[in-house]
């Protein structure tokens, strides 16, 4: 990997606008928008995961930046620089999806008021969760978008889907929402060639990179979820699928997974997709969970592929 492709990793491109937004409740969110270079292209909201910060994905927004789109990206309410919650600054902790929907209603305004439309979003992993979430309740805010490895459903490794989701309950009702999910801890395993690696993607040098900047700035890192943050995911997923949600979405879908995602379920994507008209489901071979911090050749198809998507018109 070439040492500009390492620049582009590790630094976000010139001419964004960061500043921390108070929320409605007074909550601080850190965000970060990038003026359109062809206005006519329009902008991406680009939404992150679980335990995510904006600087994770910094070459995917060099590229999006010099294609000439506008693109606005903010770390989630406990993540990244924004405010954290929890006992500790470390713990994924959640007690309800429901504050970072609210979140995701601001920023969208926010956004549109400073950038120029058309507007599109991508949404990874929780980051497209909460995206579909939005749109289920017929939030059409995009003209088009695309939902990367999104979480439709848990795999929830070692404990699976059935027994994490009753475990979680059962210590949000001890009083133990709070405490890290089972192996969790405040740290995470950042060397290359880690079993967590192997989960993410199939580039030792891109997964460096969240330690890399992790080193940098210390109060990015974070670990594991708590019970509270599962037992929380658990009923948003189950509110996608209540009867009526997903039939209901009216905004043009790009669903990309990889062919094997040990993290979220794939067989919950695909049923989901079947229910979402006119959506399309791409799946993308010998990758990662992290589609977009995949294998330079990999990566390149994917993002290839978003564009493409984005650009196309009715």
């Known amino acids: 990997m070439t040492a500009d492709g390492a620049a582009r990793r590790q ?40 335990g995510d910060f904006i600087e994770k994905y ?21 993540q990244g620089l924004s405010g954290r919650l929890g006992d500790s600054p470390e713990k994924g902790h959640a007690t309800s999806f429901e504050p ?11 956004c549109k008021a400073a950038t120029p439309g058309p507007w599109f979003a991508i949404g990874h992993s929780m980051g497209g969760h909460l995206l579909l979430r939005r749109l289920v309740a017929g939030q059409n805010d995009f003209g088009r978008v695309v939902l990367v490895s999104p979480m439709l459903g848990m795999l929830a490794p070692p404990l699976g889907p059935r027994l994490a989701r ?37 580039d ?39 009867r009526g949600a997903l039939p209901g979405v009216r905004t043009t879908l790009l669903i990309m997974i990889p062919a ?17 008209p006119g959506s399309v489901l791409e799946v993308v071979p010998c990758s990662g969970h992290e589609l977009l911090r995949e294998s330079s050749d990999t990566r390149a198809r994917v993002l290839a592929r978003i564009t493409a998507f984005l650009m196309e018109r009715p």
């Open 260 to 276: 094997i995602d040990r993290l979220v379920d794939n067989a919950a994507t695909r049923r989901a997709q079947a229910l979402i």
């Open 100 to 110: 970072w929907l609210a979140d995701l209603g601001e920023i969208i305004a926010l």
């Open 166 to 202: 009753l475990l979680a309950r059962l210590m949000v009702l001890l009083g133990r929402g709070g405490d890290y999910v089972a192996r969790g801890g405040p740290r995470i395993k950042a060397e290359p060639g880690s079993d967590r690696q192997t989960l993410l993607t199939s």
């Open 204 to 242: 030792p040098e891109r997964y460096a990179d969240e330690a890399w900047w992790a080193t940098r700035e210390p109060c990015l890192s974070m670990g594991s979820a708590t019970w509270g943050w599962l037992s929380a995911a658990f009923r948003s997923i189950a509110l996608l699928f209540s």
């Open 11 to 50: 630094s976000l491109p010139a001419g964004g606008a960061t500043a921390m937004r108070a929320m409605r409740d007074g909550w601080p969110l850190r965000t970060a928008i990038w003026p359109a270079r062809d206005e006519a292209k329009g902008s991406i909201l680009l939404l992150t995961g679980r």
């Open 58 to 78: 910094a070459e995917t927004i060099h590229d999006l930046v010099d294609a000439g789109w506008g693109v606005a990206a903010f770390d989630w309410r406990g």
